[in-house]
C-alpha cells in the first residue's frame, strides 16, 4: 500500500503561481512512476504530468508544457508540481497518483494508476 497526500493548493490570481506537493508513505516510493491530474466540475479527471521512477524522464500535457514542472525527490518520499503562469482554466481539484508498471500511453491514462490522493483545490481568478 501507499498513502499519498497532497498539499498546496489554494487561490491565485491570473499569471501568478502555486507549488504542489505529494507525500508519500508506505511502499518503495521509487518503485512507482508519479503524476498528477486534474478534475474540473462537470469534466472528466485528465492528465497533466508525470515522471518516471528516477526522475529523469517527464511526461506533459500541451496545455501546461512550458508552465508547469513536475519533479521528485525519491530520498524524501515527495513529488512536486510548480505551476507559473496560471490561468483560470487551470482551475481544478488536483490529484497525485503513482503507478508501478506502466508505458508511455498507460502513464496518461487515470485508470491505469494504482493510488491516488485525495486531491488539493486550485482556484484561479482572472
Known amino acids: 500500500q501507499v498513502q499519498l497526500v497532497e498539499s498546496g493548493g489554494g487561490l491565485v490570481q491570473a499569471g501568478g503561481s502555486l507549488r504542489l506537493s505529494c507525500a508519500a508513505s508506505?511502499?518503495?516510493?521509487?518503485?512507482?512512476?508519479m503524476a498528477w491530474f486534474r478534475q474540473a466540475p462537470g469534466k472528466e479527471r485528465e492528465f497533466v504530468a508525470a515522471?518516471?521512477?528516477?526522475?529523469?524522464?517527464?511526461y506533459y500535457t500541451d496545455s501546461v508544457k512550458g508552465r508547469f514542472t513536475i519533479s521528485r525527490d525519491n530520498a524524501k518520499n515527495t513529488a512536486n508540481l510548480q505551476m507559473n503562469s496560471l490561468k483560470p482554466e487551470d482551475t481544478a481539484v488536483y490529484y497525485c497518483a503513482a503507478i508501478q508498471s506502466y508505458t508511455p500511453v498507460s502513464l496518461r491514462t487515470h485508470t491505469a494508476y494504482d493510488y491516488w490522493g485525495q486531491g488539493t483545490q486550485v482556484t484561479v481568478s482572472s
Open positions: 508506505g511502499r518503495s516510493f521509487s518503485s512507482y512512476a
Open positions: 515522471i518516471n521512477k528516477s526522475g529523469g524522464t517527464t
